[in-house]
Each structure stands twice: as structure tokens, then as C-alpha cells.
């Protein structure tokens, strides 16, 4: 007979695994109506570089607005057909409106800003302006 030594991260990992698909999955299994898309931000050559995962949803339903310094993202992912709900056995796929809001430079002109959308990917290019209240104070 082998000896084992006890270890109580054992006993926490089935409970976190519970807790989680519990705050992960929906109450009502009739319809996801509210959902957010994943979002990849990153800071090169210049550039602010959102890209939006939006598998399914179609470019006329995307909206990107700009007011102040807030950037926002939504639009809504709709069913393509009509589903006879009694042959399906479970949906995952997210459905419904979304939307996500970034803050941004302040100097931002909208007019430089560019999005694309390819293959269910968003990407939104946002150049970086210097900050015209920018100044070096002296210590006194």
C-alpha cells in the first residue's frame, strides 16, 4: 500500500468547475439575447488596433460610433433561418443585440479612424494623436 498525500486544491477544483458552467450558462434555455464579443487590443506603430470577434454577424448590423473620448461597438447577431426549436437538442451559438464601449485618446479625429470587417473579424484602426495639452511642469 502507497502512501498519498493529501492535497486540498483536490477538493476545490470539481466545486470552481460547478461554479463556473453555473455563471457561464444561461438560466432560461430558450434564447441568448444579450451578448459580448471577444475583444484583442494592442498599441503598434502608432495605432490603437481593436479586432472584435463577430462570428455570424453580418457587416450591415455592425455600428461603431464615436462621443468624447468613447468608442462603441454594437450591433446584433440574428438568425439566419427559421429553427424548429423542438429538434434541437442544445444551441451554444450566441444570438442578439451586443455592444462594448473603449475609452480612447481624447485627440481622436473620426475621421481617421478605419474599421474592416473580414471573415467574422472586426478590425478598427485608431491613430494616436499627440496630446496638444502635454507640457512638462516644473517642480518648484
Do not use: C
Not at 458552467?21 to 488596433?49: C, H, S, Y
Amino acid at each position: 500500500m502507497s502512501l498519498v498525500r493529501y492535497n486540498p486544491m483536490n477538493e476545490i477544483h470539481p466545486f470552481h468547475n460547478t461554479l463556473g458552467r453555473l455563471f457561464n450558462e444561461p438560466f432560461f434555455t430558450d434564447e441568448r439575447t444579450n451578448w459580448q464579443p471577444a475583444v484583442d487590443i494592442q498599441k503598434k506603430n502608432g495605432k490603437m488596433l481593436i479586432n472584435a470577434e463577430l462570428p455570424g454577424v453580418n457587416k450591415d448590423d455592425i455600428s461603431i460610433d464615436l462621443d468624447g473620448n468613447v468608442l462603441t461597438l454594437k450591433g446584433e447577431k440574428k438568425d439566419e433561418k427559421e429553427v424548429n426549436e423542438e429538434n434541437v437538442y442544445r444551441r451554444e451559438s450566441f444570438r442578439g443585440t451586443f455592444q462594448r464601449s473603449f475609452t480612447v485618446n481624447e485627440n481622436v479625429n473620426p475621421d481617421d479612424i478605419n474599421a474592416h470587417f473580414k471573415d467574422g473579424v472586426l478590425k478598427i484602426e485608431i491613430p494616436h494623436t499627440e496630446e496638444e495639452n502635454r507640457r512638462q511642469i516644473e517642480v518648484k
